[in-house]
């Protein structure tokens, strides 16, 4: 298997394992105020980061790479998580995941900003069609029921699309694991305040659905994904491994309606049957001549 089907391959196991995600913090929410929840998964990833790091040796990011990795950090393990905690207390894990599709095209953007990687022009057909989709459910579903969740999640998309490029690129030359557990120690101090400012006074009312919720945000969502997802998008590269990312609504739906029974209206499957269409030929288009 040549390195661009292992990128492929990898980033499809990231991309699962993020499917999970928005259905899960959406349990979590129900019962953890959002800022706490999202201190908390990071907190808990970082200790598990930590002790990764110091088990396997791992070598330190170099002085000109801490800028990147505290873009990261801002992305993906603060910016995204509470946008998106933020987001679901306005709308169903089901509404917010279609928005997923919009993160292909924001994670090409910043790889060409970011990357410098140059799909060719078909490329941006297929990425935008994909977008536009998304954001034509959204107006006609969302926009006027919860204008400030889609906007939420809007932003959620940006920061995170940040994220995935930075932390891609910096994966070539300090490693695909190292960067997401650099990332989640370099936010652990903050974090690790936050949790405890924002700490529950009491547990009792807090379900087993959201201690599940936040127990695989913690360990699956903000550490073992990005393993495989940071090293499918260095392996296979930022724009092409990115558009994987327009599977995951489907992915996302189905968990909603199958573990949380939230309706899936056929305009939601048609939207996401059709931007999975877009995969396709964003895929054969995303590599330069």
């Known amino acids: 298997m040549d390195t661009a089907s292992r990128g492929w391959l990898n980033g499809f196991a990231g991309m699962l394992i993020f499917s999970g995600s928005l259905p899960a913090t959406r349990v979590a929410v129900a019962d953890f105020d959002p800022v706490f929840l999202t201190a908390a998964r990071a907190t808990i990833a970082g200790v598990l980061a930590l002790s990764a790091l110091w088990l396997l040796r791992a070598k330190r990011p170099t ?3 801490a800028v990147p990795l505290a873009l990261v950090a801002v992305g993906v393990v ?3 998580p509470l946008l ?3 987001a679901l207390q306005h709308v169903t894990s089901a ?4 928005f997923i599709a919009l993160l292909p095209l924001s994670t090409a953007a910043f790889g ?11 490329f941006w057909i297929f990425s935008v069609l994909g977008s536009l989709l998304v954001i034509g459910f959204a107006a006609a579903q969302g926009l006027t029921a919860s204008p400030a969740g889609d906007l939420l999640m809007l932003a959620a998309i940006l920061v995170c699309g940040l994220g995935y490029a930075e932390g891609a690129k910096l994966s070539r030359t300090l490693g695909g694991w190292q960067v997401i557990c650099w990332a989640l120690v370099l936010s652990l101090p903050a974090m690790f305040a936050l949790a405890l400012w924002r700490l529950p006074v009491s547990v009792a009312g807090i379900g087993a659905p959201a201690w599940v919720g936040l127990g695989y945000v913690s360990v699956f969502s903000m550490l073992i994904g990005f393993v495989f997802w940071y090293r499918g998008l260095a392996q296979g590269g930022i724009a092409a491994v990115g558009q994987l990312q327009l599977l995951q609504p489907l992915f996302g739906l189905a968990l909603a309606a199958g573990l949380l029974r939230e309706p899936v209206s056929p305009v939601m499957l048609a939207v996401t049957v059709a931007v999975i269409g877009c995969v396709a030929g964003a895929r054969h288009f995303s590599r330069a001549r």
């Open 63 to 65: 002085p000109a790479q």
């Open 78 to 80: 603060i910016g995204f």
């Open 84 to 86: 998106t905690a933020l």
């Open 95 to 98: 509404h917010s995941v279609v």
């Open 112 to 122: 060409v900003l970011r990357g410098g990687e140059r799909p060719r022009p078909v």
